[in-house]
């Protein structure tokens, strides 16, 4: 099986830099998917790790470990929109099916 | 690329009607689609999983009588509430992955979702 832990809330200044941490125990693993998701409404696609390392992409980083089962999600100039719920997402061996969703972190920026 | 619809946005029902909902996919070609639910405050829970012209996978505790699935085309799932009622409410997100320009492998793109009430 799957378990996902993430922490349930933050709380981060605007202009600041915030990182939601993940962490996996999976009994296969292929890779790793960042969703943001605002309230009411479905999770949006930000990032999906299969190797080690960091990949960037603009404001949003994503941090990969497979040896130590974790992730991280880097958001760098914050902005008063990125309040949401992050979502932390693996696929098991063999690709996208049956993706489990961790609860997801639910982000607040404040001025 | 890579849109999803879904309709309704929202549906309000009678207790034991049903309710169906309908999941597209605009620009690329959908060889699976995933139906999940999700109450407040909690996270997505996948109901099941569908592959075009297949009969769909259910999740552990999912009643497949209840919740009927087609994926008919390679753009279009349906999932239907059968005899619906109020812990049925809640809100159902679509997704979808599959092969097309921009579309990335593995990653499912997810409809906006649809808010279920039922009286």
């Known amino acids: 099986g799957q378990n996902i832990d993430q922490p349930t809330e933050m709380t981060a200044t605007e202009g600041a830099i915030v990182q939601i941490n993940c962490t996996y125990q999976t009994s296969g693993f292929n890779g790793l998917f960042w969703y943001q998701q605002h309230a009411g409404e479905a999770p949006t696609f930000l990032s999906y790790?299969?190797?080690?390392g960091l990949e960037e992409k603009g404001r949003f980083s994503s941090f990969l470990s497979r040896s130590k089962g974790y992730s991280y999600l880097l958001l760098k100039e914050l902005q008063m929109k990125d309040s949401a719920s992050y979502l932390c997402?693996?696929?098991?061996?063999?690709?996208?099916?049956?993706?489990?969703f961790g609860i997801g972190t639910k982000l607040q920026v404040i001025p | 690329g890579a849109v999803v619809s879904q309709h309704p946005s929202w549906v309000i029902c009678k207790s034991g009607t049903s309710v169906k909902i309908e999941c597209r996919s605009l620009?690329?070609?959908?060889?699976?689609m995933f139906w999940y639910r999700q109450f407040p405050k909690q996270s997505l829970m996948l109901m099941a999983t569908s592959n075009e012209g297949s009969k769909a996978t259910y999740e552990q505790g999912v009643e497949k009588d209840k919740f009927l699935i087609n994926h008919a085309s390679l753009t279009l799932s349906t999932l239907t509430v059968t005899s619906a009622h109020p812990e049925d409410s809640s809100f159902y997100i679509c997704s979808a992955s599959g092969t097309g320009w921009g579309i990335g492998t593995d990653t499912q793109y997810f409809g906006p979702g649809t808010r279920l009430t039922v009286l």
């Open positions: 997402a693996v696929t098991p061996l063999g690709g996208y099916q049956k993706v489990t």
């Open positions: 620009d690329f070609q959908a060889t699976t």
């Open positions: 790790n299969v190797l080690d």
